[in-house]
């Protein structure tokens, strides 16, 4: 008998598991972002209790927070569903990018009488092809060359930035406002602003929620999801079953990328209402892959993990006062998406401390 | 003649390049054993800011180069142990890795008392040979012009060629990443080389980071890599894993980011929004390309083994 812990793979964790495990690495990343606390300085009680006030406590912070999760949870279900099937969607950012422009930009071409809810309608939905269409350049050579799908989105975010930039920055669009001093986009009308639930938190949470709803809901109750979680665990067997994996790299692609498309158009009508590029890149597709990855890629798990992350990035300022940079917050991030990385080793595994070793025989 | 636009281009694409050659020949080492690390990005942010510390501190540009290498050594080190010991999905943890490096580069680099912030670089870069030959036509300043860590990647490069293809370490390596299960039969640590080999890469892009900061820029800027680290994973590809190509891919990718400058001094005006966009445009196009014809996707193959981990008893 050896005194070596072994490990032995296992199919599917039981449910105090699968929901420990996750804590547990939250727990461990919090605990390692104190010790990072401590050496810069601060007192990381006195920090994270600066954070838990300037995010959850009382309506003000709240709402602060759901507005921060909303688009997070839109790209968090964006890098899900890709991810799920194994295709590593990594341009959410770009994608949400394209749908701000083009949502941006239909809000102020559209006449300002238009009725709302159509206005609303199809500003989302203006969103929603932009970012489809972005995955889709992305997806098509995956799709038919098996094109490494990681390089071709992740090029593509920087292309959108600079779009983006452009449009602002760089040119005087049809984006820009000619009459503002410094460069920044025109405001969009009133009909192309996302009414408002309690004081900056708008109607976009409504839409997230429900896209995390259907999607989970598709996952699970349709054919499309079963061939999509099939193709996941083994493209070769999808195959000769007979479903189309190119298909399907499409379909998911573009549904990935019409998520992220329709946080950037939540983006403008709810928050910014004018296109913002510095307002607006602030990592919320990246945000979104750690948001998934805590999830578990369950997209009801994805609303919960962004209320959380949304909490961490409204308190990124708030630390100031402990002393400590807001910088602090990608670092948690940073910390938070390793520990869950690491978690995952034991959720698909068994610890066997060594007697129990010896009594199932192994060596 | 030696301020013609041509000379002075190709020389500012050797010294844009450089940086992103110590990171894609790493990487190049880290693909080779079997082991994708998409955390380029993040490790050359973290060699960056460590080796722009070390030059404030000692003055040094050796100390401060091998500070940014074992500085994203360090972090590569995480990757080793998620990817090779934990058996986690190898896409995942190069992003984590990304997003971590990215993160505790940015808080170290603008803490409130940090020593970064506004401050000069102490680190001389100086050519390395005399001025004779420098004043060269053409010559001089595209060949001996540089610093010595020019010269030093190139010694690298032609190290790394030699020892891929001409050692018993490096079949060894090869055989790790086209087939661990018979290099584990003939009695190769698979665990052991894609660790070491995982850290030589990290190594390679902190020092390419600490060279960005140190001789390109002359600054620390958080994020200052603006996707250097991404070109590099993509051109492992482009390079096939070639050491020698992935020197000529580094300077071409050098060239398209101070394309910028290059037009400038031609007198050509484009938005520098699209010049900013060329070498990620560059890279879409030719990632595609090179995977939409078989045969050569065939010919310049990745490691058979490359992102897949290893486990014996997984038989």
Do not use: C
Request: charged content about 10%; cysteine-free; glycine content about 12%.
């Amino acid at each position: 008998m050896t005194l070596r812990v072994s490990v032995e793979p296992r199919a599917r964790p039981a449910l105090p598991v699968r929901l420990g495990v996750p804590v547990a690495s939250l727990a461990a990343a919090g605990l390692a972002g104190a010790v990072v606390i401590l050496i810069a300085g601060a007192s990381p009680f006195e920090a994270y209790r600066t954070m838990l006030d300037a995010s959850l406590n009382g309506l003000r912070p709240l709402t602060r927070t759901l507005v921060l999760a909303t688009p997070l949870i839109l790209t968090g279900l964006a890098a899900a569903v890709a991810f799920r099937m194994k295709v590593w969607n990594i341009g959410a950012e770009g994608q949400l990018y394209m749908g701000a422009i083009a949502a941006a930009g239909l809000a102020l071409a559209l006449p300002p009488g238009t009725p709302k809810p159509l206005m609303l309608l199809v500003i989302l939905a203006a969103g929603a092809v932009a970012g489809a269409l972005w995955a889709g350049l992305a997806a098509l050579p995956k799709a038919y060359f098996n094109t490494n799908e990681v390089i071709t989105t992740l090029m593509l975010n920087f292309v959108a930035l600079y779009f983006m930039n452009y449009l602002i920055f760089g040119s005087v669009s049809f984006w820009r406002d000619p009459e503002a001093m410094f460069p920044q986009g025109k405001l969009i009308g009133d009909a192309a602003q996302l009414p408002i639930i309690s004081h900056r938190l708008h109607y976009g949470l409504l839409v997230a929620l429900a896209a995390a709803l259907v999607l989970w809901w598709s996952l699970r109750g349709t054919t499309w999801g079963f061939e999509l979680r099939t193709i996941g665990d083994s493209p070769a067997a999808s195959r000769y079953a007979g479903m189309s994996v190119s298909g399907k790299i499409l379909s998911v692609l573009a549904l990935s990328g019409a998520l992220a498309g329709v946080a950037g158009a939540i983006e403008v009508s709810g928050v910014l209402k004018t296109l913002d590029p510095r307002a607006i890149a602030t990592e919320l597709g990246f945000t979104g892959i750690v948001v998934a990855a805590v999830a578990r890629l369950n997209p009801l798990g994805v609303v919960p993990v962004a209320v959380l992350l949304g909490a961490v990035v409204a308190s990124g300022t708030s630390l100031q006062t402990a002393g400590l940079e807001a910088e602090i917050v990608f670092l948690l991030q940073g910390l938070i998406f390793l520990f869950v990385a690491a978690g995952e080793f034991f959720l698909a595994n068994r610890l066997l401390l060594p007697r129990t070793a010896a009594a199932v025989g192994s060596p | 003649m030696n301020d013609t636009v041509l000379v002075l281009s190709i020389v500012s694409a050797i010294v844009a390049g450089t940086p992103i050659l110590f990171a894609t020949l790493g990487e190049v080492l880290t693909e080779r054993s079997g082991v994708m690390n998409l955390g380029v990005e993040g490790m050359m942010l973290i060699g960056g800011v460590t080796g722009f510390w070390a030059g404030v501190q000692t003055g040094n540009l050796w100390l401060a180069l091998l500070a940014g290498g074992l500085a994203g050594a360090v972090l590569s080190g995480i990757h080793a142990l998620l990817a090779i010991s934990l058996r986690v999905n190898q896409i995942v943890s190069g992003l984590a890795l990304v997003i971590v490096g990215g993160g505790l580069s940015a808080f170290w680099g603008s803490s409130g008392d940090s020593p970064l912030i506004q401050s000069f670089n102490g680190v001389r870069v100086d050519p390395l040979l005399p001025e004779a030959l420098r004043d060269l036509p053409a010559v001089g300043p595209i060949l001996f012009g540089h610093d010595p860590v020019v010269y030093l990647s190139w010694l690298i490069v032609a190290a790394a060629a030699y020892f891929l293809y001409r050692t018993n370490a490096g079949l060894s390596l090869r055989a790790v990443g086209e087939d661990p299960a018979a290099a584990d039969a003939a009695g190769l640590s698979v665990a052991g080389i894609r660790y070491l080999f995982t850290l030589v890469g990290g190594f390679g892009a902190g020092v390419g980071g600490a060279y960005l900061a140190l001789a390109v820029l002359g600054t620390w800027q958080t994020g200052m890599t603006a996707g250097a680290g991404w070109i590099a994973v993509a051109l492992v590809i482009l390079a096939g894993w070639r050491p020698w190509l992935a020197l000529a891919a580094s300077y071409v990718f050098g060239a398209l980011r101070t394309l910028g400058f290059t037009l400038q001094i031609a007198g050509v005006e484009v938005p520098s929004d699209f010049l900013n966009m060329i070498p990620f445009v560059v890279t879409f196009l030719v990632v595609i390309v090179v995977s939409a014809n078989p045969e050569r996707a065939r010919r310049v193959g990745a490691p058979a083994s490359l992102g897949e981990p290893y486990a014996r008893e997984a038989r």
